[in-house]
């Protein structure tokens, strides 16, 4: 099944969100080292809705969970984005995709694409790195000059991307510092030197390469079936166009056509007997915001009405209605009352 849909704006309230935290900026490492999601205080009054991702990665450490949080914030909201992490020989290697700006552009997010400068030996391997930590210098910088910027996010955010090459370097430049002085080898110097190079090139060419490898990694999910999810129908694929010609591709976890409408399923797992967690349901909502704010919605090129569903399922132990006095689970009925997306748990619909 393939859909395909357009975006030309996004209305959404989301009201999941943990209150944040209130740093100034002389403070900002420390902010960093300890929220996830926080409030940042510029020397000029102004503030900022601040969050950051662990990985350029979005399957590690909840990154659209950090997001969602400060997405309720008035305010310019920004997110810190390493240009790619190498966690050592012994670990992972991820790299910044054009997608993920994307999306944060559709979602009125600014970019700050940042770099780790300093990191401690991991204990427990030989070649792994750990408590990477990004350099503060350039992040004040840029919000400094984020503060000021008058522009919309997709703006700022293709003008993050006109820097990439300059980034890309200084973190290669980073991790050979690391390596050299905690004696730990990182990935193979040539493959990274090779899609660093491909981001210099400019922003045409890194929109085209990551273009490619997230429709491969959609391809791929499409027939990949993870245990932890336990969903009924099949997986789709949607490509969304928004008001720019931009497409955004992402894999709908279950699509099934039921009423004469196509039902949107994202689905969120747990084997307790537990709803999801916090940050797994915020995780599942942040594709909601999309779902809920589709035009022109298309299955294999026939025209039809798309509604969305966040679907929760738990263990077999659970308890009929043990969730309803749950004051988050309360918040999520309101936030899909209001947004206008279902919810089932355990096969059931919510009523909301």
């Known amino acids: 099944m393939i859909v395909t849909a357009e975006i030309t704006g996004l209305k959404y309230v989301a009201k999941l969100g943990r209150v944040l935290e209130k740093f100034q900026l002389s403070s ?90 300093s990191a401690r030996r991991n204990v427990k391997y030989e070649n792994k790195i750990t408590d990477q930590r990004f350099d503060a210098g350039h992040l004040k910088t840029q919000l400094g000059e984020l503060i000021h910027y008058q522009s919309d996010a997709l703006h700022w955010n293709l003008s993050q991307i006109d820097k990439i090459g300059e980034l890309a370097g200084k973190a290669f430049s980073a991790y050979i510092e690391i390596s050299g002085k905690l004696k730990v080898q990182m990935h193979s110097s040539s493959s990274a030197r090779k899609r660093i190079s491909s981001l210099v090139k400019g922003k045409q060419v890194f929109m085209v390469l990551s273009r490619k490898l997230a429709e491969k990694a959609q391809g791929r999910e499409i027939v990949t079936v993870q245990p932890k999810e336990k969903l009924a129908g099949a997986k789709a694929a949607i490509t969304i166009r928004n008001y720019l010609g931009g497409y955004y591709f992402f894999t709908i976890d279950e699509a099934r056509k039921e009423d004469g409408k196509i039902l949107l399923i994202e689905g969120k797992h747990t084997r307790g007997d537990h709803l999801p967690s916090l940050d797994d349901i915020k995780d599942g909502l942040l594709k909601m915001i999309l779902y809920t704010n589709l035009k022109n919605v298309q299955v294999d090129s026939e025209e039809t009405v798309s509604l969305p569903v966040l679907l929760l399922t738990t263990g077999e132990n659970h308890k009929a209605g043990a969730y309803a006095s749950e004051p988050s689970f309360q918040q999520l009925k309101s936030e899909a009352r209001t947004n206008g997306f279902q919810i089932v748990l355990n096969g059931k619909s919510v009523k909301l």
Do not use: C, H, N
């Not at 205080?41 to 809705?49: F, I, P, R």
């Open 28 to 117: 900002l490492a420390q902010a960093l080292s300890s929220q996830a999601a926080f409030l940042l205080d510029m020397d000029d009054g102004k503030t900022l809705a601040v969050s950051w991702w662990v990985s350029p990665k979005r399957t590690r450490s909840y990154p659209y969970a950090r997001v969602y949080d400060t997405l309720a914030f008035a305010g310019k909201r920004v997110t810190i984005i390493p240009v790619f992490k190498d966690e050592g020989g012994d670990g992972d290697r991820d790299f910044l995709q054009w997608d993920t700006v994307s999306l944060m552009s559709l979602l009125g997010v600014y970019v700050i694409i940042g770099y780790y400068k």
